[in-house]
DNA sequence: GTGAAAGCGCTAACAA
DNA sequence: TTGTTAGCGCTTTCAC
């Protein structure tokens, strides 16, 4: 293995020098930097990344904390886990992988053994056990999504979507098309039950939205399976027949949704507009391409990464920084329908694939 | 920091007695040790990843390669990930996420900076640039994935599903059901391009089978949208009108088919059979439960962790590991109908989605 | 602008 | 069974 004594030897110098060349922490001549550059190429040469480690405490390494147990459709934390990766990697950091089922232990492991410089969180709940490690810890550590308290005061540093904004923007945009009765289909019940944050915040942006705007809005959890989405569809229009706006936050239910309403003979927009929150690479090749406000998760893994390099430069003070939410209206959403939509003998008849 | 000499000055011995404790590579009378690990407890103490790197040149860190440009839908590179990152904890190892896009140059990076001991390397084409950069290297890496050579002869390690025998079963399957004819929707042609293997071995297994059933085969590389599947399987219909069983592999491919059949008034299995070769999840949670060869992602993982570790621990020789597949009959097949099926009105009108 | 040298915290001979 | 000690390869003060 070569080592930077072998550089500083073959270019003539001492150690000191070869470092600084490489850490760029001391002016050095530009014909002394040239010769031990070409003896770095020359040789070949590498830092040792544990030597770098024990001497500098600096890792060059992001941990990722990200959840194991996500269902079927991953496509958003795998967006995110790239996005941080690519990212990292252009400031010269290698991320980690952790898994959220090793809770709190993984955070104080990081720590402990400083294996990293910083850490990631993802799939925060609202009262997240991980917390008070993260407090606790001396490395920064950046969360995407926020705990229940209020991040600013309790000293974390969060970066999400505005959820909240998120879903009023779903309502208003319904709204401002003539639609008066609006239905949710929202994650599974889990989710919701588990504490995450985002599915309790857009539900309550969908409500606020929907009293100030006087709309009525029915919201179901549902699995994201044809059965569970055809049975929660059924019973919103049997319990409200004048639906005509629908919004859907759960990637698994979209494609059951459209194949449902499309064999009901329900047409999308002329009967009902469907809005959903999602990727936009998900609203956009679903069989009818969605109006949705997209959710960022290339944005937020950059935006997490920018904001913990920061922090390890010292830069930066933490806080919290929700994202604009971005409606983009496609195919799926139009005027609401003047006429009550007539009625669809398949309501009567039982549903649920197979 | 608590550092190993705080602990032996804490316990009243020397450091390196408190390192055998920790490394059990010597033993150690039981009251000293208890007596340590006290210590060890009292004083929160973790050793220091770099420091331990340094000494002992092995990180604990397994390097994991994955594609950064997967499309959208990605359960199954999600699923390996996740199981390498769980057996790899299970064995004492961190993962250090690498994205396929850095090439070559991050296998060098991590041979020559020390960062990890050893790496499992995912969507290994079959003419792969980081080859010979792997073999060079000193840290052993286990392939998930077939390049294109005898992988034995070469030195390399390789776990994989047997996708030639895949292919080969969904064909037998369908064969046995009394098909005649079956048309194979696969991976989009960008796919076949790169010279990914899987998808190249699953069609070699098809069609072998095909000639020896003496069943006729159709194989269309399909784009993962409404759109393509509709325009590939219409064109089946009409170039071979009898065909009644169908291939998917193409995760992304299985629900516009699915929804596409059941708009042409095809019943999934009394008109066509669909097996897939997908993820168990994605066949299971599909509109129509489809019988399926699934691709093991879990297992895969699993073993390239275990072999690997096996390398690191100097147990294993390096070679070709390939899983057996398992197909799973679900309704999504039956037997092939008895007469021709009727003419389907919908095959002259256009499809398409919107 | 450059060099010398003292560690960083741990491991693993070598000694006892 | 335990202790002593010489590094592992790099960073960074201090000195010139």
Redesign the interface.
Known sequence: ?VTLADVARHAGVSASTVSYVLSGKRSISAPTRERIQRSIDAL?Y?????????AS?R?G?LA?MMP?R?G????V??EI??AV??TA?AHGY??????G??GPEAV??VE????ADGMIVMDVELDDPRLPDLRAAERPAVLIGLPADTADITGLDCVDLDFTAAGARCVDHLADLGHRRIAVLGEPPAIYERGTGYAARTLAGLREAAVRRGVGLLHRPVE???AAVAAAVTRVFEERPGTTGLVVQNE?AV??L??LL??QGRAVPEDVSVVAVCPD??AL?????LTAVSVPARDMGRRAVERLVARLAGEAPRGTELLAPLLTAR?GSGPAPRTAPRTHPEDRRGHG??
């Open positions: 293995m070949g590498r830092p040792h990344a544990g030597a770098r480690a024990l405490s890792t390494i990722l194991l996500t079927l459709y991953v496509p934390m795998m886990a790239m990766t690519t990697r290698d991320v980690l992988l952790l898994t089922e090793e104080r492991r402990g053994s400083a294996v994201g399976t044809y698994a494609e059951p459209l194949a499309r064999h690479q998900v090749h679903a069989s009818v391409p195919a694939g197979r």
